[in-house]
Structures are given as C-alpha cells and as structure tokens.
C-alpha cells in the first residue's frame, strides 16, 4: 500500500504462508488522495485503489448512523419515562376519583337519612298538633269547630238531575280502567333525579296504549308536547266552574285544541314520553289553576256522592252547589230566557 512517503507496503502469500514487503514507489500529484492497496498471492497479484473522498463520505455515514442510535436511544428513555410519569399520574388520579365517589355515596346515604328524619319528625310534629288541639278544646281555650263541610252542604235535598249535572261538569272517575293509583299526590322521591319533590298530581297503571277518557265535559285547552313540565306529549281539558284535568306522557293524542269533549270520551292513548321512567298516566286536577288531590275526585260518584266534600275543602262548595241547582232548575223550565253559560275558561 502506498502513502505520501513514497513506500509501498505489498502482502503476499502462498496458500499456507502470507508476508509483507515495503517498497518504494513513485508518487504521481494524481495519487496522492489516493490509497492503493496490492494483495499478492501464487496467482498473481491485484490492486484496489481508495478514494480518499470516498473514505470520507463512508466516514460520515458511519458517525451519522452512529448520532441516529444515540439520538433514538435518547429519544426512547424520554419517552419511556414520560409514560412511566403519566402512569403514575393516571393511577393518582383514579385514587382521587375513587376516594370522590365514596365521599359522595356518603354523602347521599347522609342526605337520605336526613330527609327520612325530616320526614319522621313532620309526622310526629302534625300528631303533636293535632293532640294539642284536643287538648285545648277539653281544657277550654279553643271553642269546638264548626260543622263540616260535608255537613253545611245539603246533598240530600239534591235532585238526582243535579247530581249528573255536577258529575258530568266536575272530573269525577277514572281516566283508564285500571284504577291503580302507583304514586300519590304530595310530596315524594323524584323517580329521576333522586330527589323529594312535590307531585302535582296521581300516577295510574297503564300500559302503553292504554285508552283515556275524558273525565268531566270541557274543551281541549292543550294537545301537544309540552317541554317545560317534563310531561311529554300531554292533554289539558277545562271544565265548568273552574276545574281543568291534565293528561301526561301519552302515546298518541286523538283530539285538538279548542274541540268539545265529553265524559268518558276518548282523548288518547297512555305512553312514556317526557320525563318518565315507565308507561303510565300522569293525572292532574286543578281549580282556578290550584292543583288538588285528585283520590277524592277518582272515587266520586253517584254511589259515593259525598266523598268529595269531605276530602276536599278547598273549593266554595256551597256557593258551587247553588249555581248547580239554579242552572237545573232553569234547565227544567225550557220558557224561560236562556241560562247564562258557566263555563270557565283560563285567560
């Protein structure tokens, strides 16, 4: 091999001995950025010539190749340890979300516990009143109470015309055959957000596509969805004398605002639209827009007249019944001017 001194380093060999000489070349300006190399053997010899810029460039890829390991080497252990950090974050965090939800299950068994108290101790806060009552009016200090209102109202000397009249003005029944009350009117769990809230109206069992019916003879105030209560699709009917009924989470409605129905007409099917957990009928009854206890209203009727001015106390029963006896009695004598319409609408 010749390099810039002017030497030759020559290798040569038989086929069981190998051996170098050095010897002395003459240098060409062409060669000197070149390396030759000469391999002797019984043969003959041959020479390979390297470029110098070519050794180089070989140089450089190798130390490139070199940067690359070392930089994807790098480049992994970050990334490695980047993972193992967000590893160790992700098992904090589900350390924190756990000890959250077991907070908060503590904290809704403390919230149910509590409202069962309160509860409880409403019950017995109306007992002790009702027993102080009792109490004064044995010792004195509080005359007795008036007659009732069942009493002061005179049904008996109501004519069985007046007694329709009123059945088929006021709701009165059931709006589907089941008659099965699931949930009452008053205060009670919310079915879907778990808390006690007061319900406006009863809850009756009714599959879906159950028929309702109208319960008193009125006009179609409302048939459509109606968003804001969480009712879905829902009928509101308005009565004579100020009562209206509201029909809720139906399947399908079968009238239209501002049409005639009467008692016992069909305005629909039951469903589970709106805010509901289960098929059945939300039903309401309301006077001058004042919701009452349906229960009195559902068990109304000719065979048990009287319930409903027993249970319910706050409608003017009396004057009521008065406007109900002076309109039959106009009724009955066809000569007489016609009888002005009762019929109350809301504004």
């Given at each position: 091999m010749?390099?810039?001194?002017?030497?030759?380093?020559?290798?040569?060999?038989?086929?069981?001995?190998?051996?170098?000489?050095?010897?002395?070349?003459?240098?060409?300006?062409?060669?000197?950025?070149?390396?030759?190399?000469?391999?002797?053997?019984?043969?003959?010899?041959r020479h390979f010539t390297l470029n110098q810029l070519m050794r180089r460039?070989?140089?450089?890829?190798a130390s490139l190749l070199v940067l690359l390991?070392?930089?994807?080497?790098?480049?992994?252990?970050?990334?490695?340890?980047?993972?193992?950090?967000?590893?160790?974050?992700?098992?904090?965090?589900?350390?924190?979300?756990?000890?959250?939800?077991?907070?908060?299950?503590a904290?809704?068994?403390?919230?149910?516990r509590l409202e069962v108290e309160v509860e409880n101790k409403s019950h017995a806060l109306m007992a002790?009143?009702?027993?102080?009552?009792?109490?004064e009016i044995l010792i004195g200090l509080r005359d007795r109470p008036q007659r009732s209102l069942a009493q002061r109202v005179d049904t008996a000397s109501q004519t069985a015309f007046e007694k329709r009249l009123m059945?088929?003005?006021?709701?009165?029944?059931?709006?589907?055959?089941?008659?099965?009350?699931?949930?009452?009117?008053?205060?009670?769990?919310h079915p879907i957000e778990e808390r006690m809230a007061k319900h406006g109206?009863?809850?009756?069992?009714?599959?879906?596509?159950?028929?309702?019916?109208?319960?008193?003879?009125?006009?179609?105030?409302?048939?459509?969805?109606?968003?804001s209560s969480g009712l879905g699709k829902m009928v509101r009917l308005v009565h004579n004398y100020g009562f209206s009924t509201?029909?809720?989470?139906?399947?399908?409605?079968?009238?239209?605002?501002?049409?005639?129905?009467?008692r016992g007409e069909l305005i629909g099917y039951s469903g589970n639209t709106g805010a509901s957990t289960a098929p059945h009928l939300h039903y309401e009854v309301r006077h001058l827009n004042q919701r009452l206890d349906p229960a009195p209203f559902l068990r109304w009727s000719m065979a048990d007249y009287d319930i409903l001015f027993v249970k319910e106390n706050r409608v003017e029963w009396e004057s009521l019944v008065e406007v109900v006896r002076n309109t039959a009695r106009a009724t009955e004598r066809p000569s007489l001017p016609p009888v002005q319409s009762w019929s109350a609408t809301l504004p």
């Open positions: 010749a390099d810039r001194t002017g030497f030759a380093y020559t290798a040569a060999g038989d086929d069981n001995d190998w051996f170098c000489k050095l010897q002395p070349v003459d240098l060409n300006p062409s060669m000197r950025n070149r390396y030759q190399i000469t391999v002797t053997s019984y043969r003959g010899a460039g070989l140089l450089g890829a390991f070392v930089g994807g080497s790098l480049l992994i252990h970050s990334l490695s340890t980047r993972v193992g950090h967000l590893s160790d974050e992700l098992a904090l965090l589900e350390s924190e979300r756990n000890a959250v939800q077991h907070e908060r299950s904290l809704v068994e403390e919230r149910n002790l009143g009702d027993e102080l009552e009792n109490i059945l088929n003005s006021i709701p009165s029944g059931y709006p589907v055959e089941s008659g099965q009350v699931t949930s009452p009117f008053g205060m009670r769990r109206g009863v809850d009756l069992r009714a599959p879906r596509g159950t028929p309702i019916h109208a319960t008193a003879d009125g006009i179609v105030e409302w048939a459509a969805k109606h968003r509201v029909y809720g989470h139906m399947d399908e409605i079968a009238v239209s605002p501002g049409a005639y129905v009467q």
